[in-house]
């Protein structure tokens, strides 16, 4: 039974989860790198893993996230997060591990290390904060950036003539036979929300069997490399990146 | 394996690269992470066979650039970690290297130094010099380099690499060469389990409810805390000077001295004796710790001899630091090889005969 908690006479029915720092956020207001570090954060609560827990955050808008998770965590060269999570993983292999990467870190500069951690099956959580541009830089073209969009690098738009295509590097991911549990999530609504929570809980479930990698991509938003108000990049989210990335689950568990 | 007889330990016939490696594994290293390339893939191939026999962790990785920051990550979650590779792939490690060196973390790295520039030759060189000494990436910083000039060097100074490494809290260089890596000579291994683990209450190893969470970083966004670092470091550097280590060889009546540390020290050790045949009277003095560097010992050695010439595996590196040290008291001289040629002492002690004639000094 919880306790409940009262408030000048109001019952407390929502609080901020006890492994989350007393210091704000410094994103933007309506970015999603708030709500997954939050549902990433409750789990980590709700599980009771903190103790046995360490992330990695590598350069992006969230090469912070230690002054937010009150949890051990390293800090990553952009690109390096799966090579310092696997160092780590392999020093720890009884705690948990995982990395919080953006596009341009897990899909550009840091490809190689991608694929071959999620090769070798390294028995980490890989979140991808997918938001189709580079925020931290200020916007530029990242591997995600649709056809078309406007970023700071691609002021006509992006054409596959000159830059190539998006890449959907979790579908390509998802076909190694190191990754283990595979799924595109999102945090636009209450209802992605949820799942979202639902799939990192399951991640982390998987690392106590240590079959192989949990990838979580997140389509995110970006309102200010977006030039958009947060109403109107969820919307412009749904219309143009859900088309390009699909939500739901693309490589679930073989039952035995 | 070896041998114990009387309790004495044997010596066994070694390849400087694998008598690194066996030397590695007796010091406790919980992990290595590289990646092939010539001359010191019998390192990782080393690593590879005994770790898994031994508890040990060996990981191949994708690139040099995965392999240091598999050593950041580990070294930051508290592991005795390692890597090790050759010139172009020291290269590719620099931002990784950097990195290690601000967040303020022990591991050892090991440079089987190749003759460059670009992809070079897989022969013996010691054009990274500059490199190990000087920081080698971005930002101000240096590593520890001890520079072995034998195959028991190789063995010996893992341990003391390592040992340097955890007492300051900073990446250290053994900086040998192909030629080092590849000999066999005879080594009296170290003896396993003598270099106890320190505690490392900084590490990611979890965070216990009693104490505030761990973070190793090198991002310091305001620059009143980067400056900070900074000061950290270079009082760091400050105190590591007590851990000068140098060799002087023939040094006591001499009035002309060699500088030269690794390979080239070899080569100059003989070049000593042709000399000191012919009636020169030539010491020779190693530098064993190349950072930092045996600077107060070359300073005095200058105040005795009537000039010093340094030989190098490269087109003068270390030279520049030992003008710097001998200020201008006494001529300082070079002579060096490049691109994975090296010296014979025919061709130091000629320098030397062609000098001494030169400065007419030659009443020795
Ligand atoms: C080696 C290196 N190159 C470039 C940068 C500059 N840089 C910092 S963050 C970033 C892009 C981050 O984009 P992404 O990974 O998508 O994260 P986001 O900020 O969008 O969450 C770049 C290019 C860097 N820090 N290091
Ligand atoms: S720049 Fe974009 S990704 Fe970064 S905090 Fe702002 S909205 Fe979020
Ligand atoms: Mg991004």
Redesign the pocket.
Known sequence: MQETIQINGYELVYKKPSTLTEKPFHYCPGCG?SVVHRVLMEVIEEMGIQERTIGVA??????FAYDYMDIDMQEA???RATAVATGIKRIHPDKFVFSY?????????GTAETIHAVNRGENILMIF???A?????GG?M?P?TLLEQVTSTTPYGRKHEAMGYPLKITDLLANLPGAYFVTRQAVHSVNAVRKLKKAIEKSFEYQKLNRGTSFIEVV?N?PS?WKMTPVESNKWLEENMFPMYPLGDIKLPKEK | MEQKTNGKREARLMKGNEALAEAAIRADIDAYFGYPITPQSEILEYFTAEMPKRHGIVLQAESEVAAINMVYGAAGAGGRVMTSSSSPGISLMQ?GISYIASAQLPCLIVNVNRGGPGLGTIQPSQGDYFQATKGGGHGDYHLIVLAPASVQEMADFVFDAIRLAEKYRTPAMILADGALGQMMEKVVLPEEGSLPKPEKPWATVGKPAYRKRNIITSLFIEPEKMEGINFQLQDKYTAMQEEVRYEEIALDDAEIALVAFGLSARVCQKAVDIAREKGIRVGLLRPITLYPFPKKAISSLADKVNFLLVVEMNAGQMVEDVELAVNGKKPVYFKGRMGGMIPTPEEVVDRLESLIEKLSISEV
Not at chain 1, 58 to 63: D, L, M, N, Q
Request: glycine content about 18%; overall charge negative.
């Open positions: 790198h590598p350069v992006g808008c969230s090469v060269a952009h690109g990467q953006g596009d341009g870190d897990l899909a550009a500069i904060i997918n938001n541009i580079y925020g931290m830089t530029q990242a995600t995110s970006c490399g | 931002e």
